[in-house]
């Protein structure tokens, strides 16, 4: 595979990541605040189905396309915006996995209430806050990591 390729593959597989996760988190977050139950749940249902389908795969891509371009590149890993870039990607993973449990958690929780008609529990509440606050951080990483992608330096810092 050449580099154009594999770099078009890379910028793809980094927009389909963000623009999944932005979106995802945008339709969830306007359902929880609906505070319609039914929509709650078949939203939940739909952003779980999408990070398995879309985001699992991108994440694991990323890195591996990232060292792949690196090496081709001759860019040692060590490279300032690259360790940088990973650090970030790091923490947004460190954000994400207990997203996906709280998402997980938070489609039990919204179809059994759905089920059974009921207001959803205070507990998914307390899971929505939570899973709206780890997505900040990792929403800001992963734009870091954008800007360092198109940049290759890290802002004030040598090439």
Request: proline share 6%.
């Given at each position: 595979m050449t580099y154009t390729v594999l770099k078009t593959?890379?910028?793809l597989s980094m927009v389909l990541l963000f623009g999944i996760g932005l979106g995802s988190a945008y339709y969830k977050w306007m359902a929880d605040r609906s505070g319609q139950v039914t929509h709650i749940a078949v939203t939940n249902r739909h952003?779980?189905?999408?990070?398995?389908?879309?985001?699992?795969?991108t994440v694991i891509f990323q890195p591996l396309s990232g060292w792949w371009?690196?090496?081709?590149?001759g860019?040692?890993?060590?490279?300032?915006w690259i360790t940088t870039s990973l650090?970030?990607?790091?923490?947004?993973?460190a954000c994400w996995l207990p997203v996906v449990w709280l998402q997980l958690r938070m489609?039990?929780?919204?179809?059994?209430?759905?089920?059974?008609?009921t207001d959803?529990?205070?507990?998914?509440?307390?899971?929505?806050r939570a899973w709206f606050w780890l997505g900040v951080p990792a929403?800001?990483?992963?734009?870091?990591?954008?800007?360092?992608?198109?940049a290759k330096q890290v802002p004030g810092g040598p090439s």
């Amino acid at each position: 595979m050449t580099y154009t390729v594999l770099k078009t593959l890379h910028i793809l597989s980094m927009v389909l990541l963000f623009g999944i996760g932005l979106g995802s988190a945008y339709y969830k977050w306007m359902a929880d605040r609906s505070g319609q139950v039914t929509h709650i749940a078949v939203t939940n249902r739909h952003v779980v189905r999408a990070d398995w389908v879309f985001t699992t795969p991108t994440v694991i891509f990323q890195p591996l396309s990232g060292w792949w371009l690196a090496h081709l590149a001759g860019w040692p890993l060590s490279t300032p915006w690259i360790t940088t870039s990973l650090a970030l990607y790091a923490l947004a993973g460190a954000c994400w996995l207990p997203v996906v449990w709280l998402q997980l958690r938070m489609q039990a929780l919204s179809a059994a209430a759905a089920a059974a008609h009921t207001d959803l529990p205070p507990a998914y509440w307390r899971m929505a806050r939570a899973w709206f606050w780890l997505g900040v951080p990792a929403f800001m990483a992963m734009v870091w990591v954008v800007v360092l992608m198109v940049a290759k330096q890290v802002p004030g810092g040598p090439s």
